[in-house]
């Protein structure tokens, strides 16, 4: 028997079972750039991540979808809504008065590569679109490799570039 998968829209009530969803980003970034560590530790990871999502759920506009296939979770993605002046945008390109972030998109290494993160993107932008929102930004680890590749297909590009300098990590790359 297959089990069909089911979009649907979450809340603040959903919030604990995102957790396993999490780690499994973080993984994700822990093994697309070893060079970065020391990462933090699963628990820490998630209950700094939990605190953020409390949040973003308490404002209006934000969006939390979820994938389930049968009663098993498999994916989830969180999208919100900021005012364009509490944006790095402000200053540079011209847009609409308020930024769609997608702040996060999940889903479980068993269940990949079978069109659910398309459908969870889907989903998160057409709740934003529909909420009047055209202009969208999203972050990535520049190591995520199979991430961009889905972000650029959908027509993101790189906008802005951050650079760290943490303490412990390998030093400065020969010219
Ligand atoms: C990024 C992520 C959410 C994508 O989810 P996904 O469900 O695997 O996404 P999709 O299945 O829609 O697309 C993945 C690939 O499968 C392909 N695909 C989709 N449906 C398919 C199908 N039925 N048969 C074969 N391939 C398929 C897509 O074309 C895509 O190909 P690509 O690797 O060449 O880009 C998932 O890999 C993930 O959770 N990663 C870890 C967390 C993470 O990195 N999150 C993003 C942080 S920025």
Request: net charge negative.
């Amino acid at each position: 028997m297959t089990l069909e998968l089911r979009i649907r829209r979450g809340s603040a009530s959903d919030l604990p079972s995102l957790e396993p969803l999490w780690v499994a980003v973080h993984h994700r970034h822990v093994e697309s750039m070893p060079q970065l560590a020391p990462y933090v530790d699963d628990a820490t990871t998630w209950a700094n991540r939990a605190m953020l999502y409390r949040e973003l759920l308490e404002k209006s506009g934000t969006v939390l979808v979820l994938a389930e296939v049968g009663r098993t979770r498999v994916g989830y993605g969180l999208a919100h809504i900021l005012a364009l002046e509490d944006t790095w945008i402000a200053d540079t390109w011209v847009t609409g008065r308020q930024i769609g972030e997608i702040e996060s998109v999940s889903v479980l290494p068993d269940y990949r590569n079978a069109g659910i993160g398309t459908r969870l993107l889907d989903r998160l932008e057409q709740d934003l679109a529909d909420a009047g929102i055209s202009d969208l930004i999203l972050g990535a680890l520049p190591g995520n490799a199979a991430a961009i590749r889905i972000y650029e297909r959908r027509g993101f590009q790189s906008t802005w570039l951050y650079m760290s300098r943490f303490a412990g990590r390998p030093g400065p790359v020969d010219p």
